[in-house]
Structures are given as structure tokens and as C-alpha cells.
């Protein structure tokens, strides 16, 4: 099972489980991410959900595998698309727990997070210009509208991965926890689901609509697909599976 899901009372613990990957998102879990946060969605007895990673990691990226062969023809016509606004659409509070790595499309669903919360041992950055890519699902976007300009211009070109401490300083995350996310992720997930609910919905979707309102989603996604076809991204991606440095030609 890709994705465990555990009733808590008033809220809902979701574990990304792909832990021999370390959780990569493929198509298949983040499909049934989006169908779990929809159902949750109108559920009425769940108030919040706190999602995870299994085995100390969130998770590590997408998943390579689909994207080496993919054409930007494809690119435009993915599922993935949809099942990115249903999980950025889900109204209620969303808390992120993230231990270990949350790299490339992990990064991006943590910030999709209304409140991210991490563990002493987590890692966040958006790596995908080490593979000839760019983030694909409003990464770099979400994290302009949080650490400004210049750090997130840092973050993006140069692939730079960030300690949880560092991501903390700079706004990425509202919460920092000494040990597991989880220690302070729980206690957060029960005090939201004991609040008015309509009116964190009221206010997740306020919060949403001006941290983002202006922020160009369809530029960067246009460029992602476009990259899909060239010669650096095949270079780069198997220049990552062979463990070694790319030589990027700019084709």
C-alpha cells in the first residue's frame, strides 16, 4: 500500500509509503493522494489531515523513472496536472510532517502545505536544474512568495539543498522541531481540528489566494514541459543514475 491512511478522531494521518524510493511521488500516489484529499474534503467528520513520509523520509522527488521518457507533448497532456489542483484545491487545514528528504516534487507538495513543520534531519530544495528540468508543479513560484527573490533565485539555479534549521530561518516553514516532525505535527493536527472549522476554511482560502494570486504557475509549467524534449534533460538524468557529473551542451 503507497499510501497509508489513519483516522484520528477529528483529523486524518496520511504516509507517502513507497520507502524503497524514499517515497518518490509517482503518478500512481500522487493519483490516489488527490482522490484521498478530495473524499476528505467533503467529509465533514475530518478537519484537518497531517500528512508524511514513511521510514524517515517525506519524500525524494518524483519519480525519475517516468519522467527520463517523457516528451513535452506528453508533458502537456499529463495526469499529474489534475491531480496537482486537487491537491492544492483541498480546503481544509493541511499540515506537512517532513523528515529526511523533501526534494523536487516532495519539496513542492510540503509547500502546498498550509503549515510545514520540520524534523531536525529534514532536507528541502528544488534540484530539478541538476536534471536539465525545472520545478513542474509551482515549486519555485511557492517559494518566491515565501523567501523573496533573491533566496529562492539561489534555491532554483543553483539546486542548492537546504537543513531544516536553515528552511526555518528563512520562512520556508512555520514550525522546527528538536526531534521527529511528528512531535510537534500531532499536537498541531489535533489543536486545528478542535477549531471553527468554516472559519479555517475561510481563512485557508484568503491565505492561498494572496500569498499566490500573482504568482506565474502556467509560465513554469510551460517551461517544465518544454525542457521534457531536450538533450540536456536526457543527459542529466542519466548522468544521475550513473552517479556522476553532467556535461550539459544547452540542446
Not at 503518478?27 to 488527490?34: C, E, M, Y
Amino acid at each position: 500500500m503507497d499510501l497509508i491512511v489513519e483516522p484520528h478522531g477529528a483529523w486524518t494521518r496520511l504516509v507517502l509509503n513507497r520507502p524503497e524510493v524514499k517515497n518518490a511521488l509517482n503518478t500512481a500516489l500522487l493519483a490516489r493522494l488527490a482522490i484521498l484529499l478530495s473524499d476528505l474534503a467533503r467529509d465533514p467528520a475530518c478537519r484537518a489531515v497531517l500528512l508524511t513520509g514513511a521510514e524517515g523520509n517525506f519524500a525524494a522527488g518524483a519519480d525519475i523513472a517516468e519522467i527520463e521518457g517523457k516528451t513535452a507533448a506528453e508533458g502537456a497532456t499529463d495526469p499529474r496536472k489534475a491531480h496537482w489542483a486537487a491537491i492544492r484545491a483541498f480546503p481544509k487545514p493541511l499540515i506537512a510532517a517532513v523528515d529526511g528528504f523533501a526534494l523536487g516534487g516532495g519539496f513542492e507538495l510540503a509547500l502546498m502545505a498550509d503549515c510545514l513543520v520540520l524534523g531536525s534531519t529534514a532536507k528541502v530544495g528544488l534540484p530539478e536544474t541538476s536534471l536539465g528540468l525545472i520545478p513542474g508543479a509551482g515549486g519555485a513560484q511557492r517559494l518566491l512568495s515565501l523567501v523573496g527573490r533573491a533566496r529562492a533565485t539561489r534555491l532554483v539555479l543553483t539546486g542548492e539543498i537546504l537543513p531544516a534549521s536553515t528552511a526555518q530561518d528563512w520562512g520556508i516553514a512555520g514550525w522546527l522541531s528538536e526531534g521527529a516532525a511528528e512531535d510537534v505535527a500531532r499536537p498541531l493536527a489535533e489543536k486545528l481540528a478542535d477549531r471553527a472549522p468554516l472559519a479555517l476554511q475561510a481563512a485557508k482560502a484568503a491565505l492561498v489566494a494572496g500569498a499566490e494570486g500573482a504568482l506565474a504557475f502556467d509560465l513554469e509549467r510551460a517551461g517544465f514541459e518544454a525542457l521534457l524534449d531536450t538533450q540536456d534533460k536526457t543527459e542529466g538524468i542519466r548522468a544521475f543514475r550513473e552517479k556522476r557529473k553532467p556535461g550539459f551542451t544547452g540542446r
